[in-house]
């Protein structure tokens, strides 16, 4: 499956963005997903995650309560929500895609877009 995400961009701490996740190539609604952030020089950590059904989220300590993840099977495309955006938030948002139910680890993702930069400036 081919991942393209969007939606990043430059903001105001305090502001919200959201950024969209967009699949092809395969039945959306067979992977769960997930988003990652890395900042230069930084691991790969996690933000949050969601079953294939909807049914199941999860969020890092850092997201929980600001953060929101979400999909449209129809559109074949997931969603984070982020408001209260804090500059701690700049990073490089990764999408990906997994057959785990429950991904909780980057090694269940099989598939990952390219990322979309998000800038929040204090």
């Known amino acids: 499956v081919q991942l393209q995400a969007s939606g990043g961009g430059l903001v105001q701490a305090g502001g919200s963005l959201r950024l969209s996740c967009t699949a092809s190539?395969?039945?959306?609604?067979?992977?769960?997903m997930g988003w990652y952030r890395q900042n230069i020089g930084k691991p790969r950590e996690f933000v949050a995650l969601?079953?294939?059904?909807?049914?199941?989220?999860r969020y890092a300590d850092s997201a929980k309560g600001r953060f929101t993840i979400s999909r449209d099977n129809s559109m074949d495309t997931a969603y984070l929500q982020m408001n209260d955006l804090k500059p701690e938030d700049t990073a490089v948002y990764y999408c990906?895609?997994?057959?785990?139910?429950?991904?909780?680890?980057?090694?269940?993702?099989?598939?990952w877009g390219q990322g979309t930069l998000v800038t929040v400036s204090a």
């Open positions: 190539g395969r039945p959306f609604s067979s992977y769960s």
């Open positions: 990906g895609a997994s057959e785990v139910v429950i991904p909780t680890r980057q090694s269940h993702y099989e598939f």
């Open positions: 969601i079953s294939w059904s909807g049914g199941t989220t």
